[in-house]
């Protein structure tokens, strides 16, 4: 199978997905390797589709988004409260970033859109032995929100700002 066939029936399931796609699986259903995927997807990225890596998976975005960083601080203990607060408002958590003395800016992928995203993120989180890139930062970072409306990025703000959470 050529790499635009390849493209072709990612597209295809990546339109038809409404949960991100794992990579391995889709390696196996194309018989290519999990790089080949990579590299596909990444011709996909330059033929101007909009596909996300997400850590659950590939996810295709589409439609208007409206976007916010927001700049926040809390202790380990308040990692559900918070992200469950930035979903229930009607945001998605796109990602996390935290500034390092050595190494600049480092982001992490996220992906949350929902109450059970967050509740799989965190049950990670508890179970791993991985500490949260916060950690780094004594607990500020930031977190990119899209949501689809300019008020579902004031409430989260509103919310994040009420606990306690909001820096500035």
Not at 33 to 61: F, I, K, M, N
Not at 78 to 89: C, K, M, R, T
Not at 152 to 166: D, H, I, P, Q, T
């Amino acid at each position: 199978m050529s790499r635009e066939d390849r493209c072709r029936r990612i597209l295809e399931r990546l339109e038809a997905a409404e949960e991100p796609l794992n990579g391995a699986l889709l390696a196996e259903e194309l018989g290519v390797s999990r790089q080949a995927v990579v590299q596909d997807v990444e011709a996909l990225r330059r033929s101007g589709r909009a596909v996300r890596s997400t850590p659950w998976g590939y996810r295709l975005e589409g439609g208007a988004v409206f976007s916010a960083v927001f700049a926040v601080r809390h202790g380990r203990g308040e990692l559900l409260d918070e992200l469950l607060s930035i979903v229930e408002a009607g945001g998605h958590v796109v990602d996390v970033q935290v500034e390092h003395p050595l190494y600049g800016s480092l982001t992490g992928s996220l992906d949350l859109r929902s109450r059970e995203d967050v509740l799989r993120f965190v049950s990670r989180v508890e179970g791993g032995r991985a500490e949260l890139l916060s950690a780094l930062s004594d607990g500020v970072h930031l977190h990119r929100v899209e949501a689809p409306d300019g008020e579902s990025l004031e409430r989260v703000a509103a919310v994040l700002r009420g606990k306690g959470y909001l820096l500035g």
